[in-house]
């Protein structure tokens, strides 16, 4: 029996599916995953790159997705707010592997790092809701446009093999989340695209301090001989005797600070830093800064020295929620809000619930204080200041 629903005619009802990923059969025949080369732009190599070897944006997009995904849903319609409802039902239990923190961590991450998410909806229940939720890597997935530009499909690749997803039926069976991108029609731009120079910058710079430890390129100082005659070397009893007593006295923990013995003609002129190589490491601090940036971050919050934009932790942990983690949550909540109203042919509303976010403890009660203090404000108005569904007639 064909129905319409939001404006769009659909098919005939789909048999019931088999309660199972449509792309995990495919998961377990992943490739390896090759040879990492330097600097490329596409997401498998920024991933690798910025997330898997780069310690600053790895804890950016950390606490952004953990915040993100422990921020409350709240559940409610034009005229109700729901303590229980099949959506919420399913929001904390998504699938068999994992529970909405999970689900959702795993969704801001892909935005993060890709600036697409992929929501697939597996089986139906018997409300019309999908029995599972799968995140599925924005790496594999490819957009099959039509002739108008609109997806007609969308493919998930995996070691040769792919998955097509139809989207010219309804409700649709995938939810593309996507970041802004002022040059792509299809495909959203990552903070992680965004600070790929930054992180360069912040890998070579590593590198460079890893190869100064491993191949000694500064010593500590040098032993500079000068013979009574002129002569500049030492006989090869005198270098092996010289060589044996560095090892012995002079070396490891236990001979840290013990002062050192020159015979006649050996002189001790110690190294350090050049100029140079000191600011080269605050390129190093000023690339982890940017890296925070990039991705909405407070570098104190990262412990990255140098910075003072805020006045103390609590007012960067405050504009960490304000300017970062609350607008991420609101989008990507709307947006499966109402790819999940089409599977339950009901309008529904997903949004952040700030007032249970202990960050923002202070802003609540500052709200709620002037909110109730305004007489000029009726009852009902004053509810919908603050967000809240207009209480029913009795």
């Not at 495919?26 to 600097?39: K, P």
């Not at 002079?250 to 002062?259: L, S, T, V, Y």
């Amino acid at each position: 029996m064909a129905f319409r629903l939001f404006g769009r005619a659909a098919g005939p009802e789909p048999e019931r599916e088999q309660k199972a990923s449509a792309a995990g059969r495919v998961i377990a025949l992943a490739a390896g995953s090759g040879r990492v080369v330097w600097s490329p732009r596409d997401t498998a190599s920024l991933v690798r790159s910025g997330f898997v070897n780069n310690p600053v944006a790895f804890r950016a997009v950390r606490l952004i997705a953990e915040a993100a995904a422990a921020v409350p849903l709240i559940c409610q319609d034009r005229q109700s707010r729901y303590d229980t409802h099949p959506v919420m039902d399913l929001l904390r239990r998504p699938n068999g592997g994992q529970g909405r923190a999970e689900l959702f961590e795993t969704l801001y991450g892909q935005i993060l790092l890709s600036g697409n998410g992929y929501l697939e909806a597996v089986g139906q229940a018997g409300s019309g809701l999908p029995s599972e939720l799968h995140v599925l890597r924005a790496d594999r997935m490819a957009i099959v446009p039509g002739e108008d530009g609109w997806p007609v499909a969308y493919e998930y690749s995996v070691g040769g093999r792919k998955y097509r997803f139809d989207m010219q039926g309804s409700p649709d069976p995938i939810c593309h989340i996507r970041s802004f991108h002022p040059l792509d029609d299809h495909y959203g731009l990552s903070p992680m695209q965004a600070a790929a120079v930054a992180v360069d910058v912040h890998n070579s710079a590593s590198s460079w301090s890893k190869a100064l430890l491993d191949n000694a390129a500064r010593p500590s100082g040098a032993i500079i001989y000068k013979g009574a005659d002129g002569q500049g070397a030492l006989s090869p009893e005198q270098y092996d005797r010289l060589v044996s007593e560095m090892e012995m006295h002079h070396q490891g923990a236990r001979n840290a600070g013990r002062p050192m013995l020159l015979e006649g003609g050996l002189d001790w002129r110690p190294m350090g830093f050049s100029p140079s190589d000191m600011e080269f490491h605050e390129t190093k601090k000023a690339a982890a800064r940017e890296i925070a940036q990039a991705f909405g971050v407070p570098p104190m919050l990262m412990g990255i020295p140098g910075d003072a934009t805020y006045a103390n932790y609590a007012e960067a942990h405050r504009a960490f929620y304000r300017l970062t983690v609350l607008p991420l949550v609101g989008r990507v909540s709307a947006a499966v809000a109402w790819w999940l109203s089409e599977h339950l042919d009901v309008e529904i509303d997903l949004r952040a619930d700030p007032d249970q976010v202990p960050a923002l403890a202070e802003e609540r009660d500052q709200q709620w204080r002037r909110i109730s203090e305004a007489a000029f404000l009726t009852d009902s108005e004053k509810r919908a200041a603050l967000g809240l569904p207009p209480v029913a007639e009795a």
